[in-house]
């Protein structure tokens, strides 16, 4: 199968962007844009990506949590994010959950083909932000969320939108009471008694960058 570099993000003038640098670093690979999170991972479960490089904000996003979740799912995929945020908590937080790389979309293009060539060769690439002196920002919130099952933190993901059981278990074809029974299970895996406190948890990974896209 032939090697596919995946662009994730809701913006064609970014795609654009992150599509020349990645025709410098990759050329001849088979390059597929996704404009939401849904088309990126079906690209991710038709195999061969090489590469993918992720937008923490589109339409159907949920922020760090998308991130975590194909980084489990697809754990030998790199992924490298390019966000709008530069909030070191995010950069930190992204780097602890298993990214190869963060690119602010702010970054001139040849930092960004920096980057990215940094991740082909097998480095990690991040910005400075992300060495500077942490002040245990949300690292406790990531091993917590990490815990969860891809059910779990779709269920905490819909509860943070203020869905409640009987919607959630609507939107994800369950029933209330299994509806339940990974509320337990998440209630328990966060080390938290209630739904506020479990949603606290999930916003703290996107902490500091509100109203930020991308």
Request: glycine share 6%; charged share 25%; hydrophobic share 50%.
């Amino acid at each position: 199968m032939a090697h596919r570099i995946v662009i994730a993000d809701d913006h064609p003038l970014l795609r654009a962007a992150v599509r020349a640098s990645v025709e410098k670093v990759w050329p001849g690979h088979e390059i597929v844009e996704a404009a939401d999170c849904a088309e990126a991972r079906a690209a991710a479960e038709a195999g061969g990506v090489e590469l993918m490089t992720l937008d923490l904000h589109m339409a159907d996003s949920t922020g760090l949590q998308t991130l975590m979740a194909f980084r489990q799912d697809f754990p030998a995929m790199p992924i490298v994010v390019v966000s709008a945020s530069e909030d070191r908590r995010i950069v930190r937080n992204a780097r602890e959950i298993g990214a190869s790389g963060f690119i602010p979309k702010s970054a001139p293009l040849d930092v960004m083909r920096e980057a990215l060539a940094a991740v082909a060769a097998g480095d990690l690439w991040f910005p400075e932000i992300a060495e500077e002196e942490p002040e245990d920002e949300g690292g406790d919130a990531v091993a917590r969320l990490a815990r969860l099952t891809p059910a779990q933190r779709r269920i905490l993901a819909l509860v943070a939108e203020g869905k409640l059981n009987k919607q959630i278990a609507h939107e994800m074809d369950i029933t209330e009471a299994t509806v339940k029974a990974h509320m337990t299970a998440i209630f328990r895996r966060l080390g938290v008694i209630n739904r506020t406190q479990a949603v606290l948890i999930a916003h703290q990974l996107d902490a500091g960058a509100p109203g930020v896209e991308g």
